[in-house]
């Protein structure tokens, strides 16, 4: 069982920053691809960005240029840095992990509220 929890949210003024951290509990963080995913009030949830155990890396389109997903083996943590924030990134924001072997090995975090408003 992997647990991961999600912190560094809140409001943020449009064009400002924010970092968001996802911290797993499982020593074996390496072996697991890690997503970050947001979904909107009425909206579904979508995928913002992925980190490969490799650290090869993929955004949706909307966030290119301005996040950043990274990750740190050592500390079992992934990291959504977050720049030129616009009122549309509004949404709550999800980390999510699946064994790159078996990725029905597949856990979600509860979730981080991010607010872009002036």
């Known amino acids: 069982q992997v647990q991961l929890v999600e912190s560094g949210g809140g409001l943020v003024q449009p064009g400002g920053s924010l970092r968001l951290s996802c911290a797993a509990s499982?020593?074996?963080?390496?072996?697991?691809?890690m997503g970050w995913y947001r979904q909107a009030p009425g909206k579904q949830r979508d995928l913002v960005a992925q980190?490969?155990?490799?650290?090869?890396?993929n955004y949706a389109d909307l966030v290119k240029g301005r996040f950043t997903i990274s990750r740190d083996n050592a500390k079992n943590t992934v990291y959504l840095q977050m720049n030129s924030l616009k009122p549309e990134d509004t949404a709550v924001y999800y980390c999510r992990a699946h064994h790159s072997i078996q990725p029905s090995l597949l856990y979600w975090g509860q979730g981080a509220q991010v607010t872009v408003s002036s």
């Open positions: 499982k020593s074996i963080f390496s072996a697991y691809v």
């Open positions: 980190i490969t155990t490799g650290g090869r890396t």
